[in-house]
């Protein structure tokens, strides 16, 4: 069946901008205090809290690129829209959190190898670091909710994101508790700590956007979901190489239907049309194609070594010609069985004897033959509907 994506819900795209400026604003005014005091109050931890912030606001900036970019309808470039730049955003989100984990690893190990140079915390470090975990949790709580009414997986990342942010904060502030009470190494073990946890988030969120970049599918689940929906279908006898790929939040399907092989071709595209609405009001799905199988393709041999119809045809009509009947239109029918054609008659032409009538299937290669004479003098396209049955002759 034809494809036709749609794009992006247009509320989606609302709730992601207002959702990613309130987080620009939040971890804009958070990374200006914590560098600033954390330098002054000499807390490397405080100082890594903030330049995790800072990678917050890169990560920020890039959900709002791919958020107008992802909303695009579909073009001559992208014929499927744009929703796999949500996915690209995640991938180079988790890329920035392992290398901006790394970094602060990397810091906080040099300044655990050299203990004595640790100078001492002052208070205003653990002030900021009780605010900075307030806000950050008050933010994950909104932007969650946000996310999860709108159904965007990338929205829901860059929530999990803050919330890693307050958990950090938290690690941040008993640090500098320990530090303020005497223990000075506990300011860059939390340093560490908080390094440690962005890069496995940062791990996390890149693994799963490379995951549907590589076209994974949706869980047996959702597939089952689907599968039942095609099933409900009237008309539709079984489902079979029913396939799903994620693009961005929504996911590309594809599956095969059988139907009966006796329909017409405008009913068998009927039905899978039918098959397809059903399919794309699941909120899952961007789009569905929807092919049609007269049998179960996953068994039945194929038919392509079959006569084409234009020889079928010419074969019918001349055999039917040596007695005298003219053929009015042929219907052919093709299975893994053989080929079956159901041949109308002229209305001014008799069936020819049922033994002759074998002799033209055997002649012809048929499976069955089925004869109907036209009962009045409608053109072609009426033969199929205006027929009377005369014979029916199949292969033992």
């Avoid at 606001?57 to 073009?75: E, I, K, M, Q, T």
């Avoid at 744009?82 to 810091?107: K, N, P």
Wanted: no cysteine.
């Amino acid at each position: 069946m034809p494809s036709s994506s749609a794009g992006a819900s247009p509320h989606k795209h609302q709730v992601a901008r207002k959702t990613t400026f309130v987080s620009i604003a939040v971890n804009a005014v958070l990374v200006a205090l914590q560098i600033v005091v954390g330098t002054f109050a000499h807390s490397q931890a405080l100082i890594a809290d903030g330049v995790h912030s800072l990678a917050d606001l890169v990560s920020d900036f890039g959900v709002l690129l791919a958020n107008r970019h992802s909303g695009a309808r579909p073009d001559a470039d992208h014929n499927y829209g744009h929703s796999r730049y949500e996915t690209v955003a995640s991938l180079f989100l988790g890329a920035l959190l392992i290398a901006v984990g790394i970094g602060m690893l990397w810091r906080a190990g040099s300044r655990l190898a050299h203990l004595d140079v640790i100078p001492p915390v002052h208070l205003s470090a653990l002030v900021v670091a009780l605010g900075v975990l307030a806000s950050k949790e008050l933010l994950f709580r909104y932007m969650l909710r946000e996310a999860q009414r709108v159904r965007s997986a990338m929205l829901i990342a860059n929530a999990w994101h803050a919330r890693s942010d307050a958990a950090s904060s938290l690690v941040v502030a008993l640090g500098i508790v320990g530090s303020l009470l005497g223990v000075r190494l506990l300011d860059p073990i939390a340093a560490a700590i908080v390094g440690f946890m962005v890069a496995r988030m940062g791990w996390v969120f890149g693994w799963d956007a490379l995951q549907d970049l590589s076209d994974r599918a949706l869980d047996a689940g959702a597939a089952a979901d689907l599968r039942a929906l095609l099933l409900g279908t009237p008309g539709v006898l079984d489902v079979h190489d029913l396939r799903t790929r994620k693009t961005g939040d929504l996911a590309l399907v594809d599956a095969h239907i059988l139907v009966d092989p006796m329909i017409s071709v405008s009913e068998g595209h009927y039905i899978a049309e039918a098959a397809r609405e059903r399919v794309l009001g699941d909120p899952r799905v961007l789009d569905a194609l929807i092919h049609v199988d007269p049998e179960d393709d996953m068994l039945a041999r194929s038919v392509a070594n079959l006569p084409p119809r234009a020889d079928v045809v010419a074969r019918l009509r001349a055999a039917f010609g040596e007695h005298g009947v003219q053929v009015a239109a042929v219907t052919l029918h093709y299975l893994s069985s053989g080929l079956d054609a159901d041949v109308t008659l002229a209305a001014n032409g008799d069936a020819p004897a049922r033994a002759d009538l074998d002799a033209i299937r055997r002649r012809v290669g048929l499976r069955r033959l089925d004869v109907l004479r036209r009962a009045n003098g409608n053109d072609d396209a009426d033969a199929g509907r205006a027929g009377e049955r005369s014979a029916n002759v199949t292969r033992d």
